[in-house]
């Protein structure tokens, strides 16, 4: 492992270790009629964190935070995580997905019944934009109004729920491959993406710098999707954490039924490669977690 | 009919066709795979706009707002009302009230699917935030926080959610006037108070006639409920737009059950004239419509 690896690995497991503090305080146990549980169980013990990680790596990417800047980028990137959460809680539920394992455990509907998972994944969309706007702490309020804008805007009908929605219409469909973009751009491309704009924002980094992270964070969100559909198809539910094979089985179109199974690998690759030259191009001071998260997203086996 | 009466008719009529125009134009249309469909069915035609109502009246309450002060108090009103319809949309799901009918029309799940109405729900949430931080409306950044602040509070784990999952857990159990009162507190009050205090926030309200207001909302958010209660028992489906009974159906606690139809009317009105009192006292220029709010609430009969 190069010099390099080490320290990422060592920043990486520094920041989960605040990121899991933070969520842990902040999704309290003591909600009304045990709301709290649902709610942990969906978020603790659990998940990559990528989008926290996205977002402190590009909060820390033009150098050193202030303290009220360093929260802020704290409360986006958990904030941003109960957003992904929270639509994992309903996109599992019958209606839905009807999957019963997620992250190698039953899913909250499983758990607690599909009325409690229900509640449990509304009363997180609200926790996160309630993190974005505490009274008291000294991030100033712009940054605070522009944080829950770019939240909403990616969570919402033209992010993150319309491409649940595109989804839902395109079962046993077969899409184009810009259709197939199009989905995947809103479903998940939008959160992450505006996991890296919001990290963005508590830096304060704007122009030419802001605009190549924006290339990064769209090539990193299609990028995740293509080898989603890649380890659907190759990996089993054990190292997965979560039904293997489903899309194939729900007849969801995916970029290997698609392009095939070496092409889409292939077309992940281009995709980490804009992304790193979007970095390289930045004249970001400290651009190298950015850049090693994107290798992750690429090379992970689950 | 007096003459303040017409005024306030007037007042409502003005101010309902200015709400509805705003979220006919903020729900658009042309979402992604029709999503626009079952989020504009479930707010749009529909709902007496009492939170909206509520936000524009508080927000008036002082004297005449500036433009962007309007606007924002315009937005407020909305994005309260969205998180109202949205919890209406969940709550009527199967797994939940399964109710089939909702202001005289099949509920969105009825009309829509499941999997709709869930996303639908979900996307109303992440609007209402987007509306209360429009980018380039000279609305002060500290106003666009807090406005969230107060919706994110209202609406989450310990305001709306919270108090849905208490009413989830009290089906078949009987409960003390304390702890429905606590429950109703969240599930309907949270979001009325909120809408009073947001108003407030609007106008810049502060101090004595800040809390003269808040005590306006606790006071109106419980009346409120003991009506609907008292509405459930004496009014049959078709006056009140959706299915009549349904608590005495489900086996659900109210003040009706509690305390008897003539007890609940009576504390309704004592409610009331505690509402009236806190504005009488509260020192605003304009709290007449505030007052003939409260009113319509406890005279109304549906």
Wanted: charged share 20%; with cysteine.
């Amino acid at each position: 492992m190069t010099a390099a690896h080490e320290n990422f690995a060592q920043w990486c497991s520094d920041e989960l270790a605040r990121v899991e503090a933070a969520l842990n305080q902040w999704i309290v146990a003591d909600a009304p009629a045990n709301l709290g549980e649902p709610m942990r169980y969906a978020v603790l013990d659990g998940g990559k964190r990528l989008r926290p990680l996205l977002v402190l790596a590009a909060a820390q990417s033009a150098g050193p935070l202030g303290v009220p800047q360093a929260e802020a980028a704290l409360r986006a990137g958990c904030a941003v995580e109960l957003i992904h959460a929270y639509s994992l809680v309903h996109d599992d539920m019958p209606c839905m997905d009807n999957d019963v394992l997620r992250r190698g455990k039953p899913t909250v509907h499983v758990q607690f019944g599909e009325a409690q998972a229900l509640l449990a994944g509304d009363a997180l969309q609200a926790l996160a934009f309630e993190l974005l706007v505490p009274e008291g702490r000294d991030i100033p309020d712009v940054m605070q109004a522009r944080l829950c804008r770019q939240l909403a805007l990616a969570a919402g009908y033209n992010g993150m729920a319309g491409g649940q929605a595109i989804d839902l219409a395109s079962v046993g469909k077969s899409l184009t491959q810009p259709q197939l973009q199009q989905m995947h751009k809103l479903k998940t491309g939008a959160l992450l993406q505006s996991s890296v704009e919001m990290g963005a924002t508590c830096a304060g980094i704007t122009g030419a710098a802001l605009a190549a992270l924006r290339q990064y964070g769209a090539a990193l969100g299609l990028a995740f999707q293509v080898i989603d559909d890649v380890l659907d198809v190759v990996a089993d539910s054990a190292t997965l954490g979560k039904t293997a094979g489903k899309d194939a089985d729900n007849d969801k179109p995916t970029y290997v039924s698609l392009m095939g199974l070496d092409a889409a690998r292939a077309y992940a690759n281009d995709l980490l490669a804009e992304a790193q030259l979007a970095l390289a191009g930045s004249g970001l001071a400290q651009p190298r977690a950015l850049a090693a998260l994107a290798d992750m997203v690429v090379r992970r086996s689950h």
